[in-house]
């Protein structure tokens, strides 16, 4: 990977644990309007923006009877009140911080909304790390589609191939890897036997890992 000029981070899973809130607001929005939600669907659309498995749900398990907006905002607004537990993940900060030095860019490509991306930024003090910050409403279709990796390299002005995308989630590598990039898979949210049919490029259980593997450490990314 000699050619790896930026890397291009998610967020939920990867810099911020935020995965097991994400879930717990989604199932107590889904009490709350009496849905019923059958917990593989919480697995299959990790990675994937809160509308696309409002969407979903809405139309098959309530009968289409919901507005999908008007159950993601009454999500963001329960995800609101549990921001007091967001942390990082481990490792992550050292992590971004030393790329920041070693990399030419860094990228965030996230199917978390503008406002929540904001508030970890905000909270964590991530701004002056990253050159280009892609969410939700900058693409169209969201991971496992293509379009957020395309967009974050286009707005770093490199190709997909020269970027390293670092992803938790099998819909994340999917969509990376459909952009072209390279992809570490990082075992934060999902095990390396769920990660694995996805086929990252490497797969790390740690920051730390990773750091070792690309040599960003000691002299510059390998």
């Given at each position: 990977m000699d050619q790896l000029r930026a890397l291009i981070f998610d967020l939920d899973g990867v810099i911020i644990d935020t995965e097991a809130l994400h879930a717990e607001a989604k199932r107590l929005t889904f009490e709350r309007y009496g849905i019923?939600?059958?917990?593989?669907?919480?697995?299959?659309?990790r990675?994937?923006?809160?509308?696309?498995?409002?969407?979903?749900?809405?139309?098959?398990?309530?009968?289409?009877?919901?507005?999908?907006?008007?159950?993601?905002?009454?999500?963001?607004?329960?995800?609101?009140?549990?921001h007091e537990k967001i942390a990082p993940v481990e490792g992550a900060l050292e992590f971004i911080r030393l790329a920041r030095r070693r990399f030419e860019r860094l990228a965030l490509a996230?199917?978390?909304?503008?406002?929540?991306?904001?508030?970890?930024?905000?909270?964590?003090?991530l701004r002056p790390f990253f050159d280009v910050v892609v969410t939700s409403e900058d693409i169209?279709?969201?991971?496992p589609h293509p379009d957020p990796y395309l967009k974050a390299a286009e707005k770093l002005g490199l190709s997909p191939g020269a970027c390293l995308v670092i992803e938790d989630s099998t819909n994340g590598i999917l969509s990376a890897r459909a952009a072209g990039c390279a992809v570490a898979a990082i075992t934060t949210s999902f095990?390396?036997?769920?990660?694995?049919?996805?086929?990252?490029?490497?797969?790390?259980?740690?920051?730390?890992?990773?750091?070792?593997?690309?040599?960003?450490?000691?002299?510059?990314?390998?």
């Open positions: 019923a939600v059958p917990e593989r669907l919480y697995t299959e659309f990675g994937r923006s809160d509308l696309d498995m409002v969407e979903h749900v809405v139309r098959e398990l309530a009968g289409g009877a919901l507005s999908p907006a008007e159950v993601v905002g009454t999500k963001h607004d329960v995800f609101r009140t549990l996230t199917s978390a909304t503008r406002e929540n991306q904001a508030f970890a930024f905000e909270k964590f003090d169209r279709r969201t991971k095990s390396r036997d769920e990660l694995r049919d996805a086929r990252a490029d490497m797969m790390v259980d740690s920051f730390p890992e990773l750091a070792s593997l690309l040599a960003i450490d000691a002299g510059g990314p390998a």
